[in-house]
C-alpha cells in the first residue's frame, strides 16, 4: 500500500494550493481519507476526512470555509484544495487511509499513511 501526497510548496498569505493523494495497493474507495498537518514543535492535527464515497465530509474549525476536500475514486486519488492560505497553516501536510472504525479526527485511527507534503505561507 502506498500513499502519495503531492502539491504543497510555498505561497503567499491569501493564496491556494491544491494537494492531491494518490493510492495504490488498496482499494480505495473501500478507506476513508484524511488530511493532517504537523507544524514544526507541534503534534500532527486533525484537517479535514471524506467519507468512502465522497457524501460527507469533515474539517477542523481553523480550516472550515477555505479548505475543501474531495476524491475521485476513479483515480484513486483524494485532494485537498486550500484557499485564503494563512501563515499559520505553514504545515507538513499528509494524507491517511482507514477502512472503517474509530474517530475520524484520530491521527491512531488511520492504517495508511503517505509521506506529507510541505506547505509554507508567508505573510
Known sequence: ??????????????????????????????????????????????????????????YADSVKGRFTISRDNAKNTAYLQMNSLKPEDTAVYYCAADDGGGSRFRVDTYDYWGQGTLVTVSS
Not at 9 to 24: E, F, H, M, T
Open 1 to 58: 500500500v502506498q500513499l502519495q501526497a503531492s502539491g504543497g510548496g510555498l505561497v503567499q498569505a491569501g493564496g491556494s494550493l491544491r494537494l492531491s493523494c494518490a493510492a495504490s495497493g488498496l482499494t480505495f474507495s473501500t478507506y476513508f481519507v484524511g488530511w493532517f498537518r504537523q507544524a514544526p514543535g507541534k503534534e500532527r492535527e486533525f484537517v479535514s476526512s471524506i467519507t468512502r464515497s465522497g457524501s460527507s465530509t469533515y
